[in-house]
């Protein structure tokens, strides 16, 4: 297949099967789910054939593919993925493609259903590959409002709050994205094109650029934009409600994938565009991510809700995202950075903790998500003895809770290490702070295991319901067990993909500021 028309079929075949779903008589559900099941896994091998065509050697964006769109307003459909976008393309078709498996308990409007959630896949995939940011704002938006239905129809008592909170939240976030995203196209000479203005922005083109107060509002708006869906705290109130009313293959979609996009949006949007914005808010990024890691701990041990106490876990995991970031060290007499090497550490190490959190907390969720379509309700304190009953189960919620924990060995353990580590050198303070949310962290998962899997009976209703795990269930578990631990092992697999593109974006940062700088300077001067 040409590489240069790869992404747009990725993109287009999770739609196109919708579409075709469609046509499929409703009362047929069982050939429904494995129609919506066989497209989603022609997207995953379509996803893995750009994996293998995709070189490592080269930094910048490959197989890109450039169409016309809407031409007087210079929109066009550019996609192209690099180092820092293939791997949330593949960490995204394989957990939609999981979530399908995982949708056989999904009995009401099973069509719509099918195809809400492929409509969602393509969304989700657009986001990661476009760069042109109408386009991605197209598909921000895109993969709102599936999500709004699918939270909001199929799932508990409380969802039509929780469908409503997440549709504001995210949509103030995509408001203040529009804000900014034309205070770039009137300033640029009129352009969508994301490498265009992260030129601009980094002072490459001759005659345009984006002054300090530019990039310093535009980064803020984007950031709250960014962080509403990371999340981080204070924005993070919509995430437990629309977790605990959601469907488990949406919580898995949710968890493993949207919260990923806030960290990606920063990473290929908010930093390129606004080096010197990035860098004068660096500091508040490593708090806010601290503070976050701290606050979902305490917070996850508060719970007694299973489900609402792995949603804040996600809080908290998604703070070392956020610390990885914004360890950005300058000198402040020449605004040349620092020990630049510890920020490419960190960078490396929120990717990692991104794929990580994407492979373990869709695990954990669908863990929950299994014993609660047995028993139906998910209160810590009335569970126990899982272990006995269903000792299969057991061993595999406990390896995907232990990856998610950050046990060496485990994809958990790469990213959080990665992240301390090159936060000692930016605040030795931050840095005790974030690596003392891992005792908090093993704190409630061991409390949970303990609660749920090794207690002496279980006290809770429908005991006789506890059947063994299926093998479709088990089929689910083990392949996010097994990722895990290859993760865990083998780190290279993604570190070597993502590593060009980080360096590169770290050395266009730091000379992009530099450049700032300097223009300011000299106009001052005048």
């Known amino acids: 297949m040409n590489s240069e028309y790869l992404l747009p079929i990725i993109v287009a075949t999770p739609a196109v099967g919708a579409i075709l779903l469609n046509f499929i008589n409703k009362s047929q559900e069982e050939a429904m789910r494995m129609f919506a099941v066989a497209i989603s896994a022609i997207t995953f091998f379509l996803t893995l054939q750009a994996w293998f065509n995709f070189s490592s050697e080269v930094s910048g964006m490959q197989m890109v593919f450039d169409a016309a769109w809407i031409p007087n307003w210079n929109i066009n459909l550019t996609m192209g993925v690099d ?5 949330l393309v593949m960490l995204t078709s394989g957990v939609s493609l999981l979530a399908l498996m995982a949708s056989w308990s999904i009995k009401k409007a099973v069509k719509g259903y099918l195809m809400l959630f492929l409509l969602l896949e393509s969304g989700m995939l657009g986001v990661f590959v476009s760069l ?8 921000w938006e895109v993969m709102l409002l599936p999500m709004y239905f699918l939270i909001g129809i199929w799932g508990g008592a409380r969802k039509e709050y929780a469908a409503i909170k997440f549709f504001l939240y995210t949509l ?62 204070p924005f993070h109130t919509w995430l437990p409600d629309a977790h605990v009313e959601a469907p488990t293959p949406i919580s898995m979609i949710l968890a493993g994938v949207l919260l990923k996009m806030g960290g990606y949006g920063i990473i290929r949007i908010a930093f390129p565009l606004c080096p010197y914005g990035a860098q004068t808010a660096a500091w508040a990024l490593v708090a806010i991510g601290a503070w976050s890691i701290i606050y979902g701990a305490f917070a996850a041990l508060a719970q007694t809700d299973f489900k609402r106490m792995v949603a804040y876990s996600s809080v908290s995991h998604m703070g070392y995202v956020l610390i990885g970031m914004g360890v950005w ?9 620092v020990n630049l090497q510890y920020w490419q550490m960190g960078l ?9 959190h994407g492979i373990s907390s869709a695990g954990m969720f669908f863990m929950v998500g299994v014993i609660y379509d047995r028993v139906h309700h998910r209160d810590l304190n009335k569970f126990g003895g899982l272990m006995g009953k269903m000792p299969l189960y057991g061993g595999l919620s406990i390896g995907l809770f232990f990856a998610g924990l950050g046990l060496p060995g485990l994809c958990g353990f790469i990213g959080e290490v990665f992240v301390v580590l090159s936060s000692w050198q930016y605040s030795k303070f931050l840095a005790i702070v974030a690596a003392s949310g891992v005792i908090l962290t093993a704190g409630y998962i061991l409390w949970a295991i303990q609660r749920v899997y090794l207690g002496a009976e279980y006290k809770g209703p429908h005991p ?27 780190p290279a697999v993604m570190l070597d993909v993502m590593d060009g593109s980080i360096a590169e974006l770290v050395q266009a940062m730091d000379e992009g500021y530099q450049r700032v700088v300097d223009v300011t300077a000299v106009s001052l001067k005048q």
């Open 172 to 233: 103030v976030g995509s408001v203040l994205m529009l804000i900014a995203m034309l205070m770039f196209y009137f300033n640029s000479g009129r352009s969508f094109d994301l490498l265009y203005l992260a030129r601009v922005g980094q002072g490459l083109e001759q005659g345009y650029g984006f002054d300090q107060t530019t990039q310093l509002v535009a980064f803020i708006l984007l950031f709250i934009g960014f962080a509403i869906k990371l999340p981080a705290f």
């Open 464 to 490: 006789e319901s506890i059947t063994p795990i299926t093998g479709r269930e088990t089929a689910i578990a083990t392949i996010l067990l097994v990722m895990a631990i290859w993760f865990g092992i083998y």
């Open 329 to 337: 060290s300058i000198n402040e007499a020449t605004g040349a950075g």
């Open 348 to 356: 490396n190490g929120a990717m990692f903790q991104m794929i990580a």
């Open 83 to 87: 180092g820092i976008s293939l791997p």
């Open 132 to 139: 042109d940011f109408f386009l991605f704002y197209v598909f």
